[in-house]
């Protein structure tokens, strides 16, 4: 597991208390709980707001109950795997167009096309270079 280093500076904080730009929802979905804080923690820094579930039926349930803007699915997963659960999150109404992105260590092309042919639009692998993430996250939601 590589090391993320968050250097504080100016911007973050100025942008949380703009609300004339609402900040655009990422659902994570990781069952690992450093994961899910260092997320959660590069995607506040970056301007989103973040919603967290630890497993597939959670996701299913955030991702209506919070109209995300964008989710952020790892595969590998509890209860219900990430590939079940993007199959349910786009069977439901108002889920149907929201961006959901891959995330796995896995890196064939089967687990590529699997992911795809659920209905997720972008594929990353771990371990997540953020800077790319963060770039694919704000073309994704338009940012």
């Known amino acids: 597991m590589g090391v993320l280093t968050l250097n504080g500076g100016q911007g973050a904080?100025?942008?949380m208390?703009?609300?004339?730009?609402?900040?655009?929802?990422?659902?994570?979905?990781?069952?690992?709980?450093?994961?899910?804080?260092?997320?959660?923690?590069?995607?506040?820094m970056s301007g989103y707001r973040v919603v967290e579930a630890v497993n597939g039926n959670q996701?299913?349930?955030?991702?209506?109950?919070?109209?995300?803007?964008?989710?952020?699915?790892?595969?590998?997963?509890p209860q219900l795997d990430g590939l079940a659960a993007t199959r349910r999150i786009r069977s439901q109404e108002g889920s149907?167009?929201?961006?959901?992105?891959?995330?796995?260590?896995?890196?064939?092309?089967?687990?590529?096309?699997?992911?795809?042919?659920?209905?997720?639009?972008?594929?990353?692998t771990k371990p997540i270079d953020f800077d790319q993430l963060v770039q694919l996250l704000d073309r994704l939601t338009a940012k």
């Open 13 to 15: 904080g100025d942008r």
């Open 17 to 44: 208390g703009d609300q004339s730009d609402p900040q655009p929802t990422v659902l994570v979905v990781e069952d690992f709980e450093d994961n899910r804080f260092m997320m959660r923690r590069l995607l506040e």
């Open 59 to 77: 996701a299913v349930e955030s991702a209506a109950s919070e109209s995300p803007d964008i989710i952020l699915m790892d595969l590998s997963l």
């Open 96 to 124: 149907r167009k929201v961006p959901i992105v891959a995330v796995s260590a896995h890196d064939s092309a089967d687990f590529h096309a699997e992911a795809l042919a659920a209905g997720c639009n972008e594929y990353v």
